[in-house]
């Protein structure tokens, strides 16, 4: 078992093969220059003289990312998206409970208003004189029906 991993070992692909198999499906590698030399002309006073600018500019290199650090920045993304998502939510319910409790409190002053309006309208009938009418009309039966009988009887027997 152990001559089998090892021989297996000894015999895998090199690094030329890979090479190789790039090249073979139509891979090229480029080389990028580190400087780059860019030669400007400026004119100055018109048409007497011109100067020559040669401007070096270094190039960075390219960053070569291995498969683990694209895994490892796209998690990361990922989870900050995740906490951006969570800190809004939090937001938007924290937002519409503060919505909520001014609806409420909006409510309860209205509903309050609308007491003190029944109360005043208590007051105004209490402030009325329902009661006395009431009591005079059934004082005023009381002493028309004793007249009636009163005069009943002092009308027959004369």
Not at 41 to 62: A, M, Q, R
Not at 75 to 104: G, P, W
């Amino acid at each position: 078992m152990k001559y089998i991993v090892i021989i297996l070992l000894l015999c895998s692909c090199s690094a030329t093969h890979h090479l190789n198999k790039f090249y073979k499906k139509g891979g090229k590698i480029e080389n990028v220059p580190k400087l780059v030399t860019i030669t400007d002309t400026l004119t100055v006073n018109g048409k007497d003289s011109i100067v020559f600018k040669t401007v070096k500019v270094e190039c960075p290199e390219p960053v070569i990312e291995t498969r683990w650090k694209v895994r490892f920045d796209n998690k990361r993304f990922k989870d900050s998206l995740k906490h951006v998502r969570i800190e809004y939510n939090a937001l938007l319910k924290n937002t519409l409970k503060m919505y909520q409790n001014e609806l409420r409190s909006d409510y309860k002053t209205i509903q309050s208003n609308n007491k003190t309006k029944r109360v005043e309208t208590r007051q105004e009938n209490k402030r009325s004189l329902w009661w006395l009418f009431f009591l005079l009309g059934a004082v005023s039966m009381v002493i028309i029906n004793f007249a009636i009988k009163y005069f009943k009887s002092y009308l027959f027997i004369k």
